[in-house]
Nanobody, 119 residues
């Protein structure tokens, strides 16, 4: 079994920064693409950023130039550095990972961490 645990959420003023972390644990052979999603109240979950095992990243247009996704493969951890935050970034942020474990590739989700950006 594999678990993803997010941390680092909280309250930040507009223009401020937060760093989210997501650590995977369990029976992990390797991790492929890791992603951050977010879901604002009353809205659909949306993809924010993704990063491959080789470090290639891409971003939603709404966060380009402000957010940075990175990963530490040795620690099975993915990060999301949020700079120049805006009130519209307020959402529950979820990490997602493709994990090769016990001969299978499965998708796993974290439990989510709340980010609130005040104006």
């Amino acid at each position: 079994q594999v678990q993803l645990v997010e941390s680092g959420g909280g309250l930040v003023q507009a223009g401020g920064s937060l760093r989210l972390s997501c650590a995977a644990s369990g029976s992990i052979f390797s991790m492929n693409v890791m992603r951050w999603y977010r879901q604002a109240h009353g809205k659909q979950r949306e993809l924010v950023a993704a990063i491959t095992s080789g470090g290639i990243s891409n971003y939603a247009d709404s966060v380009k130039g402000r957010f940075t996704i990175s990963r530490a493969n040795a620690r099975n951890t993915v990060y999301l550095q949020m700079n120049s935050s805006k009130p519209e970034d307020t959402a529950v942020y979820y990490c997602n990972a493709e994990v090769f474990s016990s001969g299978w590739i499965r998708n796993y989700w974290g439990q989510g961490t709340q980010v609130t950006v005040s104006s």
